[in-house]
Nanobody, 123 residues
């Protein structure tokens, strides 16, 4: 059974930083690209970032470029999302997923999902 577990969300003031973590069990971690997505109430799920299995390529959504950084540690089966200069519009549930990483950041390219971690940015 595959388990994808996110952590690190919380409440932060605008301009602050958070680091999300996602640990995966039940699959061969370095066989999969990993991605972060987010969904705000009433909005569609949005691709935030993804990283290939060997960290050879990373992609970011336009709204987070230059502020967020994705990384992974295959020895720990963990992927991270460092979020800096947070804005109120970054408020959302953040999901981690395992699958295939392309510049298009489509949810359909990811097959294994976590339950999400809430990020709230106060202005």
């Amino acid at each position: 059974q595959v388990q994808v577990v996110e952590s690190g969300g919380g409440l932060v003031q605008a301009g602050g930083s958070l680091r999300l973590s996602c640990t995966v069990a039940g699959l061969t971690f370095d066989d999969y690209a990993m991605g972060w997505f987010r969904q705000a109430p009433g909005k569609e799920r949005e691709g935030v970032s993804c990283i290939t299995w060997n960290s050879g390529a990373t992609y970011y959504g336009d709204s987070v470029k230059g502020r967020f950084t994705i990384s992974r540690d295959n020895a720990k089966n963990t992927v991270y999302l460092q979020m800096n200069s947070l804005k109120s519009e970054d408020t959302a549930m953040y999901y981690c997923a395992a699958g295939r990483c392309y510049y298009s950041l489509k949810p359909d390219d990811f097959g294994y999902w976590g339950q999400g971690t809430q990020v709230t940015v106060s202005s």
